[in-house]
C-alpha cells in the first residue's frame, strides 16, 4: 500500500503498521504515554462521571416544560449541539480510555488531543442555551413559566460547568511522545 495523498490522508495511520515474522500486523509508530501513569484511572473515573452528570443535566433539561424550549429554534439548536458535543465527547473518551497506556499516534489524535475542545463546544452551547432562556423569560410573557425556566437555567449551567471542568482536567494532563515503543 503505497503513501495516501489528498483526502485519502486521513487513514496515513494505516502506514504505521507492518507485517512481522508471524505474518501480523504490528504498529511501529508513534505512541503517546501518560506522564502520571498512576493517577490514570483516577483521571478517567473523574472525566466519565463528570460527562456523564452533564449529559444527564442536559438530557433532564430538555425535558421539562420550560418557556423556550418548546417554541425558540435560537434555544434548540445549541441545545441539540451541546448533546452532540457530549455523545462525541463520550465515544472520543470511551476511545481514550479503552486505549493501553502507551496510546498509538492515530487513537489520540482522535480522542485525548480533541477533547478539551469538544468538551468546551458543549459548554459554550450550555451556556448559550442559558442565556437564551433567560432572554426568553425576559423578553416573552411567560405567564408562571419563570420557575420551569429558572429550573432549566440551573440545569444548564451545572451541565456547563462540569463540561468546563472536564475541559480543564483534559488540558491539564501531559503525554510523553515515544517514537517507538521500547520492549
Not at 72 to 80: D, I, K, N, S, T
Not at 129 to 141: D, P, Q, S, T, Y
Request: with cysteine; hydrophobic share 45%.
Amino acid at each position: 500500500m503505497g503513501m495516501l495523498t489528498g483526502k485519502h490522508k486521513d487513514r496515513s495511520y494505516l502506514d504505521d503498521y507492518q507485517i512481522n515474522e508471524e505474518g501480523q500486523y504490528e504498529y511501529q509508530g508513534t505512541f503517546y504515554r501518560w506522564e502520571e501513569p498512576e493517577k490514570r484511572k483516577g483521571v478517567q473515573q473523574g472525566l466519565w462521571l463528570r460527562l456523564t452528570a452533564a449529559a444527564v443535566l442536559m438530557l433532564a433539561a430538555g425535558c421539562i416544560p420550560a418557556p423556550g424550549v418548546n417554541h425558540a429554534f435560537y434555544l434548540l439548536l445549541p441545545y441539540a449541539a451541546g448533546l452532540g458535543c457530549c455523545i462525541w465527547s463520550a465515544m472520543a473518551l470511551g476511545r481514550m480510555c479503552t486505549e493501553d497506556d502507551p496510546m498509538r499516534e492515530h487513537v489520540f489524535q482522535t480522542s485525548a488531543d480533541r477533547l478539551p475542545v469538544t468538551f468546551l463546544l458543549a459548554c459554550a452551547a450550555a451556556v448559550i442555551c442559558v442565556i437564551a432562556e433567560a432572554v426568553h423569560l425576559i423578553g416573552f410573557n411567560t405567564e408562571g413559566s419563570i420557575l420551569w425556566g429558572t429550573v432549566f437555567i440551573m440545569l444548564e449551567a451545572v451541565a456547563a460547568w462540569l463540561l468546563l471542568t472536564n475541559r480543564r482536567k483534559m488540558s491539564g494532563l501531559t503525554w510523553k511522545k515515544e517514537e517507538k515503543l521500547s520492549e
